[in-house]
């Protein structure tokens, strides 16, 4: 069983930076992708973004520009860079991981809450 395991979250005001963790219990390299993904109250989860073994990261348009995604498969994880963000960007920010060996596995980490304050 694969555990992923979020961390960083924090109140942040309106226009500055965050940088969320997502630890593994195995080497990412084994994932065919990982990303981030976030839930606003009331809102369905949504995509953020994605990073594949690769190397090749993309974005949801919200977030384009503003987001980096990267990944240290020596220490398990991908981070989130976050830069000007705004009270839109408040939701609990959740990691996931994506494999495919002969069926689909996905890993969904707890989640970490990310509040931006106007």
């Known amino acids: 069983q694969v555990q992923l395991v979020e961390s960083g979250g924090s109140l942040v005001q309106a226009g500055g930076s965050l940088r969320l963790s997502c630890a593994a219990s195995?080497?990412?390299?084994?994932?065919?992708?990982m990303g981030w993904y976030r839930q606003a109250p009331g809102k369905q989860r949504e995509l953020v973004g994605i990073?594949?073994?690769?190397?090749?990261?993309n974005y949801a348009d919200s977030v384009k520009g503003r987001f980096t995604i990267s990944r240290d498969n020596a220490k398990y994880t991908i981070y989130l860079q976050m830069n000007n963000l705004t009270p839109e960007d408040t939701a609990v920010y959740y990691c996931?991981?994506?494999?495919?060996?002969?069926?689909?596995?996905?890993?969904w980490g707890q989640g970490t809450q990310v509040t931006v304050s106007s």
């Open positions: 996931h991981a994506h494999m495919y060996n002969s069926q689909m596995y996905s890993y």
């Open positions: 195995r080497s990412i390299s084994s994932f065919n992708s």
């Open positions: 990073i594949t073994s690769g190397g090749t990261t």
